[in-house]
């Protein structure tokens, strides 16, 4: 049988670091470990590393799926001591030195977590029932397809409370991810839902965006704050604000002042909280859902354990309750404990980590954009271009690279979003088939 036991990377003599999870965090630290002196194996549920801040743009049709991910495979292929291999891992065995994964076992000298984070309905199992989520490519494709769906479904229905059904698009959370996709689907509404639907009158379709604070993009600054809740508004995106959402199921959801909205499609992007993993109870701090560090990633109570990214809980001085769960620290996290491993191996002490903010950024729509670094906020087509600048040189892999800038370029100078195939229809949860298409005239 063909093992990696039976390839030159398991002659390798150097002490073995199972890296769990190629997100952010993993891909870095794997990266930095090529050509040092450990064996690396990668393991993921996925064989794709996925960069989920522009999840939202293969949702709303301006991005391919495969513009965003990029196979685990062509990363480490270059690299001699790295392996990978696809595998669901659900238990850590810490006294064994093992991880239980769906296809088998495997031991660690050195075991790195970064499993990233999954949606928060803090509590709302409705909502976790009948809610739509983007935390991967495929739930990314599904919303894509919904609404496009929804879209051909309008046309041929006849009673008006069942197509302003099909056509209000309920976005609960207005932090990044609920900004950006409630700006998308808006110029969506402006470009293509007029010039190609022109049986249906476009503004029928409705986008609500609905945060139980009184601003939208909390985290920002108050004039960037400002600046987007001025664009939505431009776009024509509905805000709620010191709206909570308390039940909903498949045709309406109500909210904490008892007001219903009847809606088919709700988009949940109100939180995240850290993946959990059992056998690590003992460093798990519940309340948030993270696993408790030091400043070297190492998890309280267990040696030779680190965490990284979402799930990592590290107080630091200026952050005492750890840092916002972004890409940016589990990129800087994932770099440090690879520079600390190979001062390991150089018998050197290792050094704590600290995180350097480099700022926030959110696109709202063509020319829309709002920018917080340090003490500079500003919006307009300045931050717009920053933005996609910034995105494009954090994406994985260049033929990913080249193919954003032609999709941008594409869209911007065409004013349409080109990917609106619907190979996939999106099944909703608890029906056996599609939505039934009715009343054909
Ligand atoms: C829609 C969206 C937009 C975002 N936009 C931004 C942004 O603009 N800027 C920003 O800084 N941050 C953004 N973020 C947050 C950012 O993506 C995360 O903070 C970052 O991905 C965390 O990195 P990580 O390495 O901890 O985990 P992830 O990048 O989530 O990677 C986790 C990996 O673990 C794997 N995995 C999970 N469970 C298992 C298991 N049991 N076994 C094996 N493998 C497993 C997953 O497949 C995945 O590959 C966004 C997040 C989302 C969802």
């Not at 049986?199 to 004039?223: A, G, P, Q, T």
């Amino acid at each position: 049988m063909w093992t990696i036991e039976k390839h030159v990377y398991d002659k390798l003599p150097h002490p073995k670091v199972v890296v769990v999870g190629g997100g952010f965090a993993g891909l870095e630290l794997i990266q930095h470990l090529a050509g040092k002196p450990y064996k690396v194996l990668l393991l993921d549920k996925q064989n794709h590393h996925c960069f989920q801040p522009l999840l939202y743009q293969v949702a709303t049709a301006s991005l391919g799926a495969d513009s965003i991910g990029h196979p685990f495979r062509r990363t480490v292929g270059p690299m001699p001591n790295v392996a990978f291999r696809m595998a669901e891992v659900l238990r850590v065995l810490p006294d064994q030195k093992r991880v239980e994964t769906n296809v088998g076992d495997f031991g660690y000298d050195i075991l790195v977590l970064a499993l990233g984070s999954t949606t928060n309905f803090f509590g709302n199992r409705q909502m976790a029932e009948v809610a739509m989520q983007l935390k991967s490519i495929s739930q990314a494709l599904d919303i894509r397809s919904d609404f496009l769906q929804e879209f051909e479904r309008a046309l041929v229905l006849q009673e008006e409370a069942e197509l302003k059904r099909c056509l209000n698009f309920v976005i609960v959370g207005a932090g990044p991810t609920g900004v950006e996709l409630a700006g998308a689907l808006a110029e969506i509404r402006r470009t293509v839902l007029r010039n190609e639907y022109r049986e249906m009158h476009s503004e029928l379709m409705r986008i609500v965006l609905i945060d139980s604070n009184d601003r939208v993009l909390k985290n920002f600054s108050e004039k960037s704050s400002s600046n987007a809740g001025k664009y939505l508004k431009e776009l024509g995106v509905e805000l709620l604000l010191n709206k909570r959402v308390v039940s909903g199921d498949e045709d309406h959801i109500t909210l904490d002042d008892g007001s219903i909205l009847d809606t088919n499609t709700v988009i949940w992007a109100a939180g995240v909280k850290g993946v959990t993993i059992p056998g690590l109870e003992a460093g798990l701090n519940e309340r948030a859902s993270r696993f408790m560090v030091d400043r070297t990633n190492a998890i309280h109570g267990f040696k030779d354990i680190h965490v990284l990214g979402d799930m990592a809980l590290m107080e630091e001085p200026a952050y005492p309750k750890g840092h916002p769960q972004v890409a940016t620290v589990a990129i800087q996290q994932g770099r440090h404990l690879a520079k600390n491993l190979i001062r390991r191996a150089e018998g050197k002490e290792p050094l704590p980590f600290s995180y350097r903010d480099k700022g926030s950024m959110a696109v709202i729509g063509r020319r829309k954009a709002v920018v917080d670094i340090g003490q500079w906020n500003f919006g307009g087509t300045v931050a717009w271009l920053l933005w996609m600048l910034v995105h494009v040189a954090q994406l994985v892999g260049f033929r990913n690279r080249a193919v954003v800038l032609f999709n941008w370029g594409w869209k911007y100078l065409s004013w349409r979003n080109t990917i609106r195939l619907i190979v996939r229809p999106y099944v909703r949860k608890g029906t056996a088939v599609a939505r039934p298409f009715v009343a054909v005239e």
